[in-house]
């Protein structure tokens, strides 16, 4: 436990370790406050109990004496006027922290999601193929807020309670010491034994809490990522099923959790009345002394049991969401302390849309004895030799499986070849800022657009802050991917809302505004990745003659299944087995290639 919480404080800035040293100074100034008001009260009831007592304590005496009071009433009614305004020093002074405490946890907890996120956003392609979308996102939102609010805020609150408890215990121990320390050891074995008793339960709920989070959020995203074919096939039954099974062992857990973690108080309290009230009889039995002597005693003691239990109670209701909490920590303590470490300008360098600096092909992309492996002795890509002359369009044919996706991913750079070497006018791209200039001039448009639910133009421009948007670009962009007729149908034009992934817009309509987001910044280079394969065949015309418009404009790479669309390529490369068996035009594989001929014939 204490190393997991010793590996969210290392993650702290300079600034933020300033602020926690400035809420310790508080809560220590809260806690000797408190302890104040634990005295001020005894005195008062000290007082209260027979005015002339303040002429039998030497502090009380002194006090009447150098401010000249010239009647105990003067100096009681004082006195009670100073106590109570002490009192509502120490009540906002403790609000305060309070408000600050919460406010510093749930910051700190957000800057955990925020880190997460950042880890994750900044991972290379390969990251993402291991890696399931959805266990991510549950890492990055639902285990982030757990630990945020079951063990950080919990940790704030314990450490301002400790230190209030130690005081006060302090406080008592000076004022009567046995008493004190038997109620003492009394209260903590009480605790003690309880927390014992729950801790097993509490974090193997805390499990089942984090493993049935992370499925719930997965059979959400698989419910509304595939609702068309749940509706259409009937099989809504299966999922609520899933989804209502997943949630009562939730449910469950949670309430047991909270059971626990809250049951301790009232036998607490049950142990605390039953003290108060066996000090009491043994002080007057033992004493013989009247029950009104007694009462500044007992009301300090109710008083500070009154402050220590909520404490005790705090600090161990900490201690059991920590507990319960933990496999969440568990869960995303391997991206905290990777957070850490990260260089995020190493790992990913972001595309400045401003500026825009761009590696402009000038002459041809060659590839020399590219190979590459997922997997240790198994080669998806094998001795790949390719050229790539500017304003040509080149495309790349093949079975499924033969590592045409693979070479596309290292052309643009998104993963590094295992052997071989890719040149760009002769030159290597020696390191990840090269890599991003080339990047910044790549359009890619892929089998699956995904569309966000906003408007059109939003779409095109995707990612960009509105006012650096040309407005002019946009015009041509739509011209080009022969979306100007669709757009004025429309009667909002391009502030008109897609919705979720485009799902109000035909699959051509979702693809011709990927090619426009695509060419929006006016790259040199287009990647069309399988961009026609699930159209029909109107649609397919209509994206290749998008893609017309752009040969001998750009250099354009197509890869495909549909060997039709490739009909106008300059050259194509056909692949099998990670190898290129072939290349030559359209008419040179239908006549030479006998694979070929059978795949056109077969996907056409």
């Not at 106008?568 to 056909?574: A, E, G, R, T």
Request: with cysteine.
């Amino acid at each position: 436990m204490i190393k997991a919480l010793l590996s969210i404080y290392s993650i702290l800035d300079k600034n933020q370790k300033k602020k926690l040293f400035f809420i310790q100074v508080l809560v220590i100034t809260t806690a000797l406050l408190e302890v104040g008001s634990l005295f001020l009260v005894g005195q008062f009831m000290f007082l209260l109990t027979d005015i002339k007592n303040l002429h039998t304590k030497e502090h009380f005496i002194f006090l009447y004496n150098f401010f000249n009071f010239s009647n105990d009433q003067d100096f009681f009614i004082i006195f009670s006027i100073i106590t109570l305004i002490f009192f509502i020093i120490t009540t906002f002074i403790s609000i305060a922290l309070v408000w600050k405490l919460s406010i510093y946890g749930s910051r700190l907890g957000v800057e955990i999601s925020i880190r997460i996120y950042k880890h994750f956003v900044n991972q290379e392609w390969l990251f993402y193929t291991k890696h399931n979308s959805t266990s991510l996102i549950n890492k990055i939102s639902l285990e982030a807020e757990r630990v945020n609010t079951g063990i950080i805020q919990p940790f704030m609150q314990i450490n301002a309670r400790i230190i209030l408890a130690v005081l006060i215990v302090i406080s008592i121990f000076i004022y009567d010491f046995l008493p004190s320390l038997i109620g003492l050891l009394v209260f903590l074995l009480s605790y003690f034994i309880l927390y014992k008793t729950v801790q097993k339960k509490l974090y193997k709920h805390g499990e089942i809490i984090s493993i049935t989070q992370s499925s719930r959020l997965k059979i959400l995203t698989e419910t509304f990522g595939s609702i068309k074919e749940i509706l259409l096939h009937g099989r809504k039954n299966y999922f609520q099923k899933q989804y209502e099974n997943e949630s009562y062992k939730y449910a469950y857990a949670s309430g047991i959790g909270q059971v626990l973690m809250a049951t301790p108080r009232y036998i607490i309290e049950l142990i605390a009345i039953s003290f108060l009230s066996m000090l009491m009889v043994v002080t007057i039995y033992n004493n013989g002394i009247e029950f009104k002597s007694i009462i500044p005693f007992l009301t300090v003691f109710a008083f500070a049991i009154f402050k220590l239990l909520p404490a005790l109670q705090q600090i161990y209701y900490g201690l059991a969401s920590i507990k319960s909490t933990l496999p969440s920590l568990k869960n995303i303590l391997n991206e905290i302390e990777a957070s850490k470490i990260a260089n995020y300008e190493d790992i990913q360098i972001d595309c400045d849309l401003t500026k825009r600096d761009a590696l402009v092909l000038e002459r041809e992309i060659v590839l020399r004895n590219i190979s590459y492996q997922y997997q240790k002795n198994k080669d998806v890509l094998r001795d790949i030799n390719m050229h790539i002359d500017k304003n040509t369009t080149v495309g790349v044919a093949g079975p499924s499986g033969c590592g045409k996706s693979t070479l596309v991913d290292i052309i643009i750079g998104l993963i590094d070849p295992l052997k071989g070497n890719i040149f760009f006018d002769g030159k290597i791209l020696k390191d990840k800022k090269h890599k991003r200039r080339w990047q910044n001039n790549i359009g890619y448009v892929s089998q699956s657009i995904y569309l966000v639910d906003a408007s059109i133009s939003e779409n095109i421009f995707f990612g960009m802050n509105k006012k650096d948007i040309d407005f002019k670009k946009l015009k041509k962009c739509l011209e080009i991917s022969n979306l100007n007729d669709f757009i004025k149908g429309l009667p909002d034009g391009v502030d008109t809302i897609v919705g979720e992934n485009g799902i109000q817009l035909s699959g051509g309509q979702r693809q011709r505004i990927g090619i426009a987001r695509a060419i929006y910044h006016d790259v040199d280079f287009l990647v069309f990745d399988e961009a026609t394969s699930s159209l029909d065949g109107v649609s397919e015309k209509k994206i290749m003659d998008a893609i017309k418009n752009l040969s001998g404009q750009k250099t354009i790479l197509i890869i495909a299944h549909r060997l039709s669309t490739l009909k106008n390529c300059n050259i194509i490369y056909f692949m099998d087995n990670g190898k290129i068996m072939d290349s030559g035009n359209y008419d040179h594989l239908i006549n030479n290639n006998k694979l070929f001929k059978k795949m056109s014939e077969n996907y056409n």
